[in-house]
C-alpha cells in the first residue's frame, strides 16, 4: 500500500476553506440570528435541525453530518460510523472521495487525534463545506462530545 503524501496545495487550499465557512457563517448568524435560540431539535433520520424559542419554530435547516468529537477522544468521519444513516452522511462520504482521488491523508482515515479536536472539527467541517458547496457549519452540542454539520439548506419559519 502506497503512504497517502497530501499535495503540496492542500494546505492553503484547507486555509481558503476556513475563511470561507468564517465568512459563510457570519452571514448565517446575521440572516437566522443562529446561535440565539435557546433550543433546537434535530431530526436524525432526515437530517433536519430546526431552532426555536419561547415554544415556536423560527429556522429549520436541511444538515448532513461531517463528523462528531467524543470528549477527549477523537475525531470521527460520518462516513465511517454506522450510526448515521446514508440519507445524512452523503457530504461526509463526498469529503472522502476527494481525498481519495487527491491523495488528502485527513479526508480518509477514519478516525483522527489532535491536541485540539474543536478545532480539528470546524477545520474538517469547513474544508468538507468547501468540497460540497455548503451554505455553512453549525456546531451541535451532544453531552456527550461535540457533532458537525453541514447546512445544505436553511429558512426562516416566522
Not at 481558503?16 to 459563510?24: H, L, P, S, V, Y
Not at 453530518?65 to 450510526?83: E, H, M, P, Q
Request: glycine share 8%; no cysteine; aromatic share 12%.
Amino acid at each position: 500500500m502506497n503512504p497517502i503524501v497530501d499535495p503540496t496545495w492542500y494546505g492553503a487550499w484547507r486555509q481558503d476553506a476556513i475563511q470561507e465557512m468564517a465568512q459563510k457563517n457570519r452571514k448565517l448568524v446575521d440572516e437566522f440570528q443562529l446561535g440565539k435560540w435557546p433550543r433546537f431539535d434535530f431530526d436524525f433520520e432526515q437530517g433536519w435541525l430546526t431552532f426555536s424559542g419561547e415554544g415556536k419554530s423560527a429556522v429549520r435547516a436541511a444538515v448532513q453530518v461531517v463528523g462528531t468529537v467524543a470528549a477527549g477522544k477523537d475525531w470521527l468521519w460520518a462516513w465511517s460510523n454506522d450510526w448515521w444513516s446514508d440519507a445524512v452522511t452523503q457530504d461526509a462520504r463526498e469529503a472522502r472521495r476527494f481525498g481519495q482521488e487527491h491523495n488528502i491523508s485527513e479526508l480518509t482515515r477514519a478516525s483522527l487525534q489532535d491536541a485540539d479536536l474543536e478545532a480539528l472539527g470546524w477545520e474538517l467541517a469547513a474544508v468538507s463545506a468547501r468540497i460540497t458547496s455548503a451554505l455553512g457549519v453549525y456546531r451541535v452540542p451532544t453531552g456527550k462530545g461535540l457533532l458537525f454539520v453541514l447546512f445544505r439548506e436553511i429558512s426562516s419559519l416566522t
